[in-house]
């Protein structure tokens, strides 16, 4: 089954990648490494931050750019960014496409992402704001990703209990 990815380009805070990853065992999402990190993933942070569901996180580290880039050919990469002249809904996100974020101090690399301008994506914001929490960033892009898709493989409806509806009458 083919589906979305979120890579991370040296993280440096165990609960943002805790949180992104707990987002993609809901999503059924992979999430990428890309060394070096800023924590351990024994830590019990990033495991606090993804809670019981981080033993079921499909996730692959890699040495570096390089190394996951030779491990991934062919790769549809999306590259979030600040310094993009393009929004993330401007863009057609493939079902088995990855959505790259960068480190919280600097973002991804700008000769990254020099050579990669065609697939830089931003999430709109004021001026006079650096950037957004990286796991919110990624949340973001991710369910437009998964909006595009049809949320192909998610459950799409909820279901109330008795005792809730009457309390919604």
């Known amino acids: ?49 993804g809670m019981d569901y981080w033993k079921d996180l499909d996730v692959t580290t890699y040495l570096d750019y390089e190394d996951f880039l030779r491990k991934n050919p062919g790769a549809k990469i999306y590259y979030a960014t600040t310094k993009a ?18 480190k919280e101090s600097g973002g991804i690399p700008e000769e990254i992402l020099l050579e990669n301008q065609e697939r830089c994506i931003r999430i709109p914001m004021l001026d006079e704001i650096r950037s957004l929490n990286l796991s919110n960033a990624a949340a973001i892009v991710l369910y437009e990703a998964l ?11 909820g279901q109330l209990t008795r005792y809730q509806w009457k309390q919604e009458r």
């Open 147 to 157: 909006r595009q898709n049809n949320f192909s493989h998610l459950k799409k409806e």
């Open 85 to 102: 002249p393009r929004a993330y809904t401007e863009v057609h996100y493939e079902e088995d496409c990855f959505l790259m974020f960068g």
């Open 1 to 49: 089954m083919a589906g979305l990815n979120i890579v991370l380009h040296e993280p440096e805070i165990p609960s943002n990648t805790g949180n992104i990853g707990r987002t993609c065992v809901a999503t059924g999402t992979r999430l990428h490494l890309i060394e070096p990190l800023g924590f351990r993933l024994s830590e019990k942070e990033i495991k606090r931050a």
